[in-house]
């Protein structure tokens, strides 16, 4: 199975300031057609996961755009340009490049 | 837009089978290009991908659960099912309910491109 590992496992931030979380995967998450399928979902406390990303920097629709993502490989990054009040939660990375699918332990964001 | 709701009992025996039915509405569970998933969460812990099944009856089981697992499919319906037998209380978790958008790589390959929507999750608590 593809191990996912995200950091940092929580995140303080001031509202209004930047948030990045890290996600490495144990092997390569390029698929041999090319694409790369990493998402980021993101769960807000007694709510049920929400897509944000989809294959490393796609935005699901409806998504605002201060959420993006990047990277390649084995190394991909979820950046929040500035933080609001409701981005509050934990975020996941996810692979989908090979089943079984498999989920990064998460990381909490939090405002200071 | 496509909706799905989990139900089921809450309360499950030890050794016993724990039973989920999906309800999609909004959209038919037999659209080409979506598996249909179950993900549980443990308490306070992260998301576990359970398995999925097609709309044709195909599935695909996460292999530390296959010996316990069945899922099924009615289309008339709207709805999938999950059954997972022998549980402990290391089966207490909330179940979630997902569509996934796939994609068909070369060969049959098949990836998961994005889970969306979820359910509201339900939570089962296996407990005598």
């Known amino acids: 199975d593809i191990v996912m590992t995200q950091t940092p496992l929580s995140s303080p931030v001031t509202l209004g300031q930047p948030a990045s979380i890290s996600c490495r995967s144990s092997?390569?998450?390029?698929?041999?057609?090319?694409?790369?399928?990493l998402s980021w979902l993101q769960q807000r406390p007694g709510q049920p996961p929400r897509l944000l990303i989809y294959?490393?920097?796609e935005r699901f629709a409806g998504v605002p755009d201060r959420f993006s993502g990047s990277g390649a490989g084995t190394d991909f990054t979820l950046k929040i340009s500035r933080v609001e009040p409701e981005d509050v939660g934990i975020y996941y990375c996810?692979?989908?490049?090979?089943?079984?699918?498999?989920f990064g332990g998460g990381t909490k964001v939090e405002i200071k | 837009q496509v909706q799905l709701q989990e139900s089921g009992p809450g309360l499950v025996k030890p050794s016993q089978t724990l039973s989920l039915t999906c309800t999609v509405s909004?959209?038919?569970?037999?659209?080409?290009?979506?598996?249909w998933n179950w993900i549980r969460q443990h308490p306070g812990k992260g998301l576990e991908w359970i398995g999925y099944i097609y709309y044709s009856g195909n599935t695909y089981f996460n292999p530390s659960l296959k010996s316990r697992l069945t899922m099924s499919v009615d289309t008339s319906k709207n709805q999938f099912s999950l059954k997972l037998s022998s549980v402990t209380a290391a089966d207490t978790a909330v179940y979630y309910c997902?569509?996934?958008?796939?994609?068909?790589?070369?060969?049959?390959?098949?990836?998961?491109?994005?889970?969306?929507?979820w359910g509201q999750g339900t939570l089962v608590t296996v407990s005598s």
């Open positions: 092997q390569s998450l390029v698929h041999s057609d090319g694409d790369t399928y």
């Open positions: 997902a569509r996934l958008r796939i994609k068909i790589s070369f060969g049959g390959v098949i990836v998961g491109n994005w889970f969306d929507p």
């Open positions: 294959k490393v920097s």
């Open positions: 909004g959209g038919s569970i037999s659209s080409d290009g979506y598996y």
């Open positions: 996810m692979q989908g490049t090979q089943f079984p699918l498999t």
